[in-house]
Structure formats: structure tokens, C-alpha cells
């Protein structure tokens, strides 16, 4: 496995595991539930949002002095999870910010 291949799987898992997140903090109950976990997990969507971007940037910047398609390929592929896991963390802030509004 290349390290293309390699960093999409990591991606892909990332990607399966925020879906678990935002399915487990929407079953959150409101009150002091809510802001525990909200405490712990705020400040680690706001670093994987961090990270993500700059592994987009590292991806859309390397693009120009790829030579094979090939591999233009597997890197469209790896920018396309990473674009839906900033979907998904962006969805689990609205999500988030929704929450705080209504308690």
C-alpha cells in the first residue's frame, strides 16, 4: 500500500469514526451531560478542523508537481475525504451550536 492509499484509509476511518461521535452527541442528553462532553469535545473539533485544512492545503499544493495520473487520482480521492470530513466536523459544530442555543 502507498502512502496515498495509506493516508485515504486513515481518512476514510477518521471519517467512520465522526459519524459515531456526532451520533453519540446527539444522543446526549441536554443539561450537565451535554456540557461535559461538550468540554472535551469542542477543543479536539476545532484542532481535527485545524489539521484537516492544512492536510487539504498539503494535498491541493502537491497537486502541480505530480507527474502521474495515476496518481493525480489517488490524491482527487484522498482531497475528496477529507473535504467530507470537514463536512462532518462543520456539521457536528452547527450541530453543537444548535444544542447550546436551545438549553
Request: glycine share 4%; net charge positive.
Amino acid at each position: 500500500m502507498n502512502d496515498l492509499q495509506q493516508k485515504r484509509t486513515e481518512a476514510q476511518s477518521e471519517l467512520s469514526t465522526l459519524g459515531r461521535v456526532s451520533h453519540r452527541l446527539a444522543m446526549t442528553d441536554a443539561g450537565a451531560p451535554l456540557e461535559k462532553v461538550l468540554s472535551l469535545l469542542l477543543p479536539r473539533l476545532l484542532t481535527r478542523i485545524g489539521m484537516n485544512h492544512k492536510r487539504t492545503l498539503e494535498i491541493v499544493r502537491s497537486v502541480p508537481t505530480v507527474v502521474s495520473g495515476d496518481e493525480k487520482e489517488q490524491m482527487a480521492a484522498l482531497k475528496s475525504v477529507y473535504d467530507k470530513v470537514h463536512a462532518k466536523l462543520v456539521e457536528m459544530l452547527s450541530h453543537t451550536m444548535k444544542r447550546v442555543r436551545a438549553d
